[in-house]
Structures are given as C-alpha cells and as structure tokens.
C-alpha cells in the first residue's frame, strides 16, 4: 500500500470555518476554527449513540465505533450503510439481527479529548486479546514516521483544536484520520481497516493525543501490536498495555522518546546522530494540541 491512502485535507469547507476576532494586540484577525456536528449511529433499528464529530468518513466511524464497542462481531456481514449528510445520522445494516436494548443508555460522546463511551463488556474481551508477538518496530521506523506525519498538511497544524491517528507499516504512514476526539480518530481507522480487510499484527498505530487507558484499549480491540504518541500516558493506560503486552511509546518529540510497555519488540538500529530536531514552529503548535 503506497504511503497516506488516506490524509487529512486542511482545505475542505465543510471542517474548519473562518472566524473574526482580535489578537493581544487589538488587532482585527480572522482565524481558521475546526467545525464539529453531531453524528448519531444506529445499528440496524437501534439508536446507539450521539458522537460530536467534524464529520468526514461517517461510515468509517459508525463501523469502527461499534466494532470497538463489541456490538459488530469480526464475521458480521454488513449489508448496507446508509448515511443521511441532512438527518446526520448513520445506519449499518448487518444480516444477523442484532439487540443490545438492555446494555445501551443513549449517551453524547463530547469532543473532549478523554470524553469516549464504553459499554459494559469491553474489559472483559480486553483479557482474551492476542497481539503478535514476533512483531517487531524499528526506531529508524519510528524516526521516519514522525518527520512524515508532524510536517504533512493536516488540520492539526491549521486549526489546532484537534487530534490525528495515522495507521502505520513500517516507515510508512498509510492511514490518517483526524477528529476533534480522538476516540472518532480511533474508531475511523477500526472501520477503514474493517471494511477494506487490513490485517493488524504487523501494524503501528501513531497518535498525537495522550496514551489513555481508552487509547490502550482500542489499540488493542484493533490487534495492533504499538501505539506511539507524541504526548504522554497515565498510569491506567501503562497498566493496561503491560497486561496485553501492548508496546508502548510516548513523548516522542524530536529525537527523544520513552517506551513503558512491550519493550522486547522495539529495535534499536537508528543513529541519533542523523536524526533530525523538531521543526520550532511544528513543536510549538504541536504542543498547544497536544493540551487540547
């Protein structure tokens, strides 16, 4: 598969607007600010949830919600997928009938960056994932990935106020999603690699948000054996990733980073002394999203 399949278009009307306003100054600006709409999923005849979305890929995220969340099944055939752009709303359509009235509280999925929905069974599918164990990641990978994906046009480095995900192979980014959550970043790719039958043993999920307890487990429902950050982690997430054997990497900004989980699948074999510093004006913008 060639590099960026799929990549962000900072230039697209319907996902940033201009806003007028004033710098510290006093001085009139006009601002490119990232627009959100809610996006509400059925399966079958059910409601499932409300998410707040920027709106692109619809049927990718509806697929990779409900995948993440246990209520599509890895064999389910999918009929159809309607999406109506005016009701904003999304219909996956499977040919086993499915049910999930007791297990579901109709919830809105805000677009703060930790703010995901997570029903009932999840942890305890968490347990019985398998990641592949001769996988491996090479830090000239590492290396590669981050200089491609921190200088590629994005909305990210347009509008801020957002999160990136970028599945990856080797040194080559293949998939990147961006949304104002970074769980809807998440689940697009899961639908992506669904519908298009990617497999994951030999994957790299790359993020630009914190390496969360929900972060860890997503990656894990996916089968994708590392998951990168440019930010850092909390200690749920790290306890979690160590249970699933999980090879985990954060703060990897420039040339530095720290790997806390599944150690024995990482490569040493870049010279530090080739490596390039962080562009200033990426690393400053980067970490004004990184808080978001």
Same mark, same amino acid.
């Given at each position: ?122 942890? #305890?599918?968490?347990? @019985? /994932?398998? !990641?592949?164990?001769?996988? $491996? ?6 290396? &590669? *990935? =981050? ?91 790290? #306890?979690?990733?160590? @249970? /699933?054997? !999980?090879?985990?990497?954060? $703060? ?6 720290? &790997? *806390? =989980? ?31």
């Amino acid at each position: 598969m060639d590099e960026f399949h799929i990549r962000p278009d900072p230039h697209d009307p319907r996902l940033t607007q201009a806003v007028e306003g004033l710098d510290q100054d006093s001085k009139p600006v006009a601002s490119r600010v990232v627009m959100e709409r809610p996006l509400t999923i059925f399966l079958n005849r059910q409601e499932v949830v409300t998410s707040m979305t920027i709106g692109d890929h619809p049927e990718m995220l509806a697929v990779g919600f409900l995948l993440n969340q246990n209520m599509l099944r890895a064999d389910d055939e999918i009929v159809a997928i309607d999406h109506d752009e005016d009701l904003d709303i999304v219909v996956v359509r499977t040919a086993r009938e499915t049910n999930y009235e007791e297990k579901l509280k109709k919830k809105i999925r805000t677009s703060g960056c930790a703010q995901g929905t997570v029903f009932g069974d999840i942890m #305890e599918t968490f347990g @019985q /994932a398998k !990641l592949a164990p001769d996988a $491996r990641v090479r830090t000239s990978w590492l290396y &590669a *990935l =981050s200089k491609k994906i921190n200088t590629s046009p994005s909305l990210y480095l347009e509008a801020g106020a957002i999160h990136g995900c970028v599945l990856c192979q080797e040194d080559r980014p293949l998939v990147y999603m961006e949304d104002v959550g970074r769980h809807n970043a998440v689940d697009k790719i899961a639908g992506y690699m669904h519908m298009n039958k990617v497999p994951a043993a030999d994957k790299i999920f790359y993020t630009t948000g914190r390496l969360t307890s929900e972060m860890v487990i997503k990656t894990v429902q996916m089968g994708i054996p590392v998951l990168v950050s440019r930010s850092g982690f909390t200690a749920w997430g790290v #306890e979690l990733a160590r @249970q /699933a054997n !999980l090879t985990l990497i954060g $703060r990897m900004k420039g040339k530095r980073f720290l &790997a *806390l =989980s599944g150690l024995d699948r990482i490569v040493f074999d870049a010279d530090l002394g080739r490596v390039e510093d962080e562009d200033r004006r990426h690393a400053r913008k980067a970490s004004h999203a990184d808080a978001d």
